[in-house]
Nanobody
Framework: QVELVESGGDSVQSGGSLSVSCTASGNTDNYFCMGWFRQAPGKEREAVAVIARNGWTNYEDSVEGRFTLSQDKVKNTLHLQMNNLKPEDTAMYYC????????????????WGQGTQGTVSS
């Protein structure tokens, strides 16, 4: 079975940066869409950024221009570089993968990582 493991979460000041990573173990050939979602306490989980197998990316409006999603195919790892962070970016960040539907912010997710906490203070 494929497993997604996140790392890199931390606490930073407003305006700072964080980089979170997701390493996939196992055979990921069936996953055409991967990305990051986030969830703050009392809020619904939302898509942050997704990337298709061909490298196409889609970003949530509030992070466009601040976050960059990339993939290292050699290491089978996703990286989310988060710059100019705001307190409202504070959330548990989850790596995710999908095997059906379209690779968009509305992608159907079939596999989740355990999450890594990103905290932005004022």
């Amino acid at each position: 079975q494929v497993e997604l493991v996140e790392s890199g979460g931390d606490s930073v000041q407003s305006g700072g940066s964080l980089s979170v990573s997701c390493t996939a173990s196992g055979n990921t050939d069936n996953y055409f869409c991967m990305g990051w979602f986030r969830q703050a306490p009392g809020k619904e989980r939302e898509a942050v950024a997704v990337i298709a197998r061909n490298g196409w990316t889609n970003y949530e409006d509030s992070v466009e221009g601040r976050f960059t999603l990339s993939q290292d195919k050699v290491k089978n790892t996703l990286h989310l570089q988060m710059n100019n962070l705001k307190p409202e970016d504070t959330a548990m960040y989850y790596c995710a993968a999908g095997i059906s539907g379209t690779c968009s912010l509305r992608a159907r997710i079939s596999l989740w990582g355990q999450g890594t906490q990103g905290t932005v203070s004022s």
